[in-house]
């Protein structure tokens, strides 16, 4: 195996036979999926004994969406909740540029702290910004959309 495939999707998108192996893998995992959406698979060892895996429905969805993002030959990149991010990072995330994102910060929109000169943004806070920011522009479009409604215009 090459050094890039150990280092993961973060500078790179997948190959074929990564989309390959992904697409096996949902196939896999889907064919075994129970009502609740937990997995049970029975691997085998080398020595032939096999073994009882169980995933429950979170972690089986989880690892069926990163499977997917493979197959499809997109990128990603995991971010854990509690990561601490650069104003750069953080603002890549957002897709804002990082001046708009430091505005953001100064005017107390999104938490941070100082790590000497340096911002730094929790990973939760974002995902909280980009929840409420998300949530507010759907609730302007629907009261846009009813505005038309009233004025006869759909």
């Known amino acids: 195996m090459n050094a890039a495939r150990k280092e993961g999707f973060l500078d790179r998108l997948p190959d074929k036979v990564e989309i390959q192996n992904a697409e096996q893998l949902i196939q ?52 854990p909740v509690k990561a601490e991010l650069t104003t750069t990072q953080a603002a890549d995330y957002l897709n804002v540029s990082r001046p708009y994102l430091v505005k953001l910060l100064e005017d107390g929109s999104i938490p941070f702290h100082m790590t000497g000169r340096h911002r730094r943004v929790l990973a939760e806070n974002l995902f909280a910004y980009r929840d409420k920011r998300n949530s507010e522009r759907s609730n302007a479009l629907e009261e846009l959309a009813e505005l038309d409604r009233e004025a006869g215009l759909f």
């Open 28 to 79: 896999l995992i889907s064919s075994q999926r129970q009502e609740d959406g937990g997995v049970q698979f029975e691997l085998a060892e080398p020595a032939g004994k096999t073994r009882p895996i169980t995933l429950t429905p979170t972690i089986s969805d989880s690892l069926l969406g990163v499977l997917r993002l493979v197959a499809s030959g997109r990128g990603f990149t995991l971010l």
